[in-house]
């Protein structure tokens, strides 16, 4: 068995990933991860490419303040500096690890060659796999993350 440091970046990551774009309200990225239990909520281009991650803490912290017009505010109004330093599929997951600990965070985009969000690696993905409790992940060749939204649905009239 290779060692965790050596395994690769895509036997860790998850693909099924919750994401928004930088036009989505605060309320409904809130929403999204309160319901869904996600801590990381990466924001993504029309193109696919990742232009920051929303975490828990930064919405917490930066929670508007006043009426409910404030928290329909976009997304991208709590996105600050360079979007964070992605890791390719094919990286050792030492280089991730490498990223995470000098960016201080606990999650890195995984990107594809085109810059194309494929996946996340978080912290508790590594700490899983140390704990032997988190399977290496098949490889496949094209990985598309799961892009969740949630449109209402009008009420139809009760015959």
Not at 45 to 60: F, K, Q, W
Request: net charge negative; hydrophobic share 40%; proline share 11%.
């Amino acid at each position: 068995m290779t060692t965790l440091e050596k395994r690769s970046v895509a036997e860790m990551m998850s693909t099924s990933v919750l994401a928004v774009t930088p036009d989505e309200s605060i309320l409904m990225a809130w929403e999204l991860m309160t319901q869904g239990h996600y801590h990381h909520l990466p924001v993504i281009d029309s193109d696919g490419h990742c232009v920051g991650i929303l975490m828990t803490e930064t919405l917490a912290r930066n929670w508007p303040v006043g009426g409910p017009d404030q928290v329909r505010h976009p997304v991208k109004d709590l996105l600050t500096g360079a979007p964070p330093p992605g890791v390719n599929p094919d990286d050792p997951i030492a280089i991730a690890a490498h990223r995470m600990l000098h960016g201080e965070t606990d999650v890195v985009p995984v990107v594809n060659d085109d810059g194309r969000l494929v996946g996340l690696l978080t912290a508790t993905d590594l700490i899983a796999a140390l704990a032997g409790e988190k399977e290496p992940c098949q490889k496949t060749s094209a990985v598309t993350p799961s892009l969740f939204r949630l449109e209402p649905v009008p009420q139809q009239p009760v015959p």
